[in-house]
């Protein structure tokens, strides 16, 4: 069956010069509903002494706040249930769902009809270029409860066609014996829990997810799937493509996602948000003008009614590619490391924990891959040597297997480690986000 190649080809490849004009018509128009119907949104105005009309360019909205997440929960503390920067009344709003609450206290959203036909839309072109078909049978390996990706995401698959097999998390046995049976060939989970469902499948019910039928793993709600060791283990494990998405569940589910190409992911929606990428120690706008940008990604919604933000700090740091991609979209792919928020300095050296896992990954099959990173004190600075507790393949690893692993983060990301090697399955697996740190303070 042909298909084509783009969900929404107009807004997929759109120019630059389009683009930019597009989003300023759309900034002013949001920028007059939030000074009409947020009083969140009025005080930012107020503080930074400025109006809508003063907001014609990106420099301009630059001279606006950023918008933090403790300031949406006090928002919502202040004003429950939605908080102040709701925009709607309650009787407009169709569905609310919950931030994971990783990182804090959980937030809500709420969406309106037409916010949740926006989310649909904009989804749906991610899933599209990511490969997904009306002739696929996806099974959703992710939780289908409040969490902002579940629900969403299964209201697309219906959207573009596709089979839905609303499995969710709680039970992974069901979860491969439906693939199994129902003869799935797309899964969507976390690039954590997909290698755990292997290993579940494998060892409880003696099933290779090798030969289950997958033809497509699609992750994402963490780091890993950009991550070529991560990719390369997802793949073998299940004999199938493995591509990325990226959201934010105080924006939308996904908003940037691979292509065939599998170089990054596109950011695929310029129509709902303006994406800004700072610097997360200055908050000064970095320049996209060049050919590779990192920094922080910054939302403001274009086309939101309820809880819409401006400026908000994602905390997520990513690499940007500004280049063209041989598909043809002309989206900026981005390809995130890691949360601000997880960032070690140790004797001024800043270190990822998504990084770090990528170099244990490189000691397989003598480690399973799981990981943590001890910290007994608040970071983000760590002083030296940082404890790392690594789950071994086999209960009796060879005896220079701590020092050689130590030595490799120190030649690949220049700082000292402390390894401890622990015993297999003794580090606990997760369905959800996979938690490389663990705090004992």
């Known amino acids: ?79 429950p249930p939605l908080g102040r920067h709701a925009a709607v ?26 916010d949740k036909k926006r989310w649909i839309d904009c989804i749906a072109r ?63 989970t976390t690039p954590s829990y997909a290698n755990y469902l292997a290993e579940i499948a494998c060892e409880q019910m003696g099933v290779e997810t090798s030969e289950l039928g997958i033809r497509h793993v699609m992750v994402g709600a963490e780091p890993g ?4 060791s991560v990719r390369k283990q997802i793949e073998a494990n299940w004999n199938a493509k493995c591509t990325e998405a990226i959201g934010n569940a105080d924006v939308i589910t996904i908003h940037s996602a691979e292509c065939e190409a599998q170089d990054g992911c596109h950011f695929m929606v310029p129509d709902y948000l303006l994406m800004e990428i700072i610097d997360p120690e200055t908050g000064v706008v970095q320049s996209m003008a060049a050919p590779t940008v990192e920094g922080e990604m910054v939302f403001t919604h274009l086309d939101r009614q309820c809880n819409p933000v401006l400026r908000f700090r994602s905390r997520d740091q990513v690499v940007v590619d500004t280049t063209p991609c041989s598909c043809g979209r002309t989206g900026p792919r981005l390809r995130c490391i890691g949360r601000s928020d997880d960032l070690l300095i140790v004797r001024g050296v800043n270190v990822w924990p998504s990084a770090i896992r990528d170099v244990v990954l490189g000691f397989q099959p ?76």
């Open 126 to 188: 991610s899933y599209w270029a990511q490969g997904l078909r009306p002739d696929d049978v996806f099974a959703m390996g992710m939780s289908i409860g409040f969490f902002v990706g579940g629900l969403p995401l299964s209201n697309v698959v219906e959207e573009i066609g596709a089979t839905l097999l609303p499995i969710g998390t709680g039970a992974s046995d069901r979860l491969i014996a439906s693939i199994q049976r129902m003869r799935a060939t797309v899964l969507a």
């Open 225 to 228: 799937g950009g991550i070529p």
């Open 1 to 79: 069956m042909k298909h084509a190649r783009y969900y929404v080809p107009e807004i997929e490849t759109m120019s630059a010069d389009a683009i930019h004009a597009m989003q300023m018509k759309k900034l002013r128009e949001q920028l007059i509903y939030l000074s009409n119907r947020s009083p969140f949104h009025q005080d930012m105005f107020v503080a930074a002494a400025m109006n809508p009309d003063d907001v014609s360019s990106l420099d301009d909205l630059a001279k606006l706040p950023f918008t933090e997440k403790s300031d949406l929960r006090k928002s919502q503390e202040i004003c």
């Open 89 to 114: 009344d309650m009787i407009d709003v169709v569905r609310v769902h919950a931030s994971s609450g990783t990182t804090g206290t959980p937030s809500y959203v709420g969406i309106t009809q037409f």
């Open 366 to 441: 003598e480690v399973s891959g799981e990981l943590r990173i001890i910290l007994d004190q608040p970071g983000p600075m760590v002083a030296p040597p940082v404890l790392i507790q690594i789950e071994t393949a086999d209960a009796s690893p060879a005896g220079n297997l701590a020092e050689r692993i130590k030595q490799e983060l120190r030649a690949k990301l220049i700082f000292s480690a402390q390894i401890e090697l622990v015993s297999p399955k003794s580090l606990k697996r997760t369905e959800m986000k996979a938690a490389l740190i663990e705090h004992r303070y």
